[in-house]
């Protein structure tokens, strides 16, 4: 009789949706009540394009810089610290969404010359989401705006074809 034996790893399939706890949510709307101290509505707004929000998943760390690079103001969020979920920064990015889209009375009436955005940057200042994007009369919440684009261009196109024949 053969016995063969196989010892496989145990692979453990971590299905995170952080739900951020009260006191995240708290950090991050004071977060947002400082930032719209320091650009409060008036008739005289700031030419300023974005507003870069770096978070560290290392230390949990939130900044708010402007476009010039300069701080606008930082804390830390305890549950983000050492966070080493593959899936954080897309995590972060629906609660921040969520939160600036319960805070938009605020958010849009900073005093900032539309359009002004909420960018998400990670560590490296790279470009993880836009979160928030104000303009005059319009306001769009995140996702990729050109989301589908290309399919109705070509079902568009597959359409005139058809007519055509």
Known sequence: MISLSFLLPLLTIKLSNMKPTEQTTQQIERF???IAQKFPENEDPSLLTDIHIIVSQDSGEMLAFDDDDVEITRCVVEQWIENKDDDFY???TNIFRS???DNSKIVDNFGLLKP???VLEN??????AELYLA?????ILGGDLMEGL???LDDFL???IKERD
């Open 135 to 139: 303009d005059d009369e319009t306001v």
């Open 158 to 160: 597959d359409n005139l």
């Open 90 to 92: 897309d995590q972060i």
């Open 150 to 152: 290309n399919q109705d």
């Open 32 to 34: 947002i009540h400082k």
């Open 99 to 101: 939160i600036l889209h």
């Open 116 to 118: 002004y955005s909420f």
């Open 123 to 128: 560590d490296d200042n790279e470009n993880i």
